[in-house]
């Protein structure tokens, strides 16, 4: 059973900043990235960051510029450093994690971006 649990999000003003969070537990041992989607109402789920073990990164075009990912491989942890949103970038916020062919999902975190 892996388990990812997110954290950190909430409401934010146009042009602020957030960092989201997501705890990794359970087996691990066989995931080779995580990442951050989002999903905003009546919209489709749409990946926005992958991180590998290694380190490397890759970023859909929503989210190159203003949000960065990073891991805490010690801690079991993601994270997604979010700047300058905007009213669109509200949505809900999935961590996913990659193990082999198959890919877990988190329960998502609100992000609410109004003034």
């Known amino acids: 059973q892996r388990q990812l649990v997110e954290s950190g999000g909430g409401l934010v003003q146009p042009g602020g900043s957030l960092r989201l969070s997501c705890a990794a537990s359970g087996s691990i041992s066989g995931i080779n990235a995580m990442g951050w989607g989002r999903q905003a109402p009546g919209k489709e789920r749409e990946s926005l960051a992958a991180?590998?073990?290694?380190?490397?990164?890759e970023y859909s075009e929503s989210a190159k510029g203003r949000f960065t990912i990073s891991r805490d491989n010690a801690e079991n942890t993601v994270y997604l450093q979010m700047r300058s949103l905007k009213p669109e970038d509200t949505a809900v916020y999935y961590c996913f994690a990659v193990a082999g062919k198959s890919i877990y999902w988190g329960q998502g975190t609100q992000v609410t971006v109004s003034s």
């Open positions: 991180i590998h073990n290694g380190g490397s990164t």
